[in-house]
């Protein structure tokens, strides 16, 4: 009687691979981001990071705990969660915004569906939506990058390249200062922003890492990021004065942080190639159409989460063939 068959959900083929072993590899992968985030942003930006980690950890542990279930806080998904909530925050927020962040994200977007492998949307990016609509003015408090000043930066707040195209519109109704940031500051991380998002090299970088690896499928990044790049720029052709470049809208905001690590998570993504496009190019196309017309500068958090709940209904009608199954019509 106690020999009882457990039955998971799918995929049930073994490759040898653990899940520390893929948590941690996720964990190299942002490396690059992470220790450009703490160098443009100094000290702040390393005291998140450590608060959400640490965080994450011990709400695992203590909800586990109290729970009676198995304790899986250092097998490194909790720390994968809490580096990707800290990516996805301002550097100058209080500590206690990444605290509370990794507390929802953990109990609120993991634990309550039972755990690491059930949770239906991606626990970090539940977290972040949390606090955005819960404390605006303590997530939208960017910081100036503070190249060579780490331990005492002077935090001065600035818009994000994105917000900049908001406050444009908004003030003059075309684009002006948005066009003054350059392609290369975008690329190297010299704009303000969240600490894991503003250095597009170090996000392909360690995207393409987890490519490598096969820990992540091309489909998704791909179809994402191409469809944001065309659906703007279509709009850019129409009328460049009242829209960015496609190039601009790539490179900059959360695209790459989501399309490389968040919208690729394993167990909120659709499980077939063909699903696995379907879900990209919904991503794409939410996030253009929040940051060409809706309130919020950035769409990635809300069109991954949006197509999060789409994946049951993908992997229900995008099936692969059957093996043994001759179409006879």
Known sequence: ?????????????????????????????????????????????????ITCIVFSILSEYIFQKIAKRKITAFDGSAIVTGLLLAMNLPSAAPWWVGALGSVVAIIIGKQVFGGLGNNPFNPALVARVFLLISFPVQMTKWMKPVVGNFLHPDIVTSATPLGLVKEDILLHGHIVNASKVSLFDLLIG????????????????????????????WQIPVSFILTVFIFTGIFWLINPQHYMNPLFH????????GAFFMATDMVTSPITEKGMLIFGIGCGLI??????????????????????????????YIKPKKFGVVNNG
């Open 1 to 49: 009687m106690e020999n009882k068959l457990y039955v998971s959900s799918s995929p049930h083929i073994h490759d040898g691979e653990s899940i520390p072993i893929v948590m941690y590899n996720v964990v190299i992968a942002l490396l690059p981001a992470s220790l450009v985030g703490i160098y443009v942003f100094g000290f702040p930006a390393l005291k998140m990071i």
């Open 190 to 217: 010299n704009v303000g922003g969240c600490i894991g998002e503003v250095s597009a090299i170090a996000l392909i970088a360690g995207g393409l890492y987890l490519i490598y690896r096969g820990y992540v499928r």
């Open 250 to 257: 790539t490179f900059s905001g959360g695209l790459m942080l």
């Open 287 to 316: 996030t253009s159409i929040i940051r060409l017309w809706g309130g919020y500068p950035e769409g990635v958090s809300f069109a991954i989460l949006l197509m999060n709940a789409c994946v049951p209904i993908i992997d229900r």
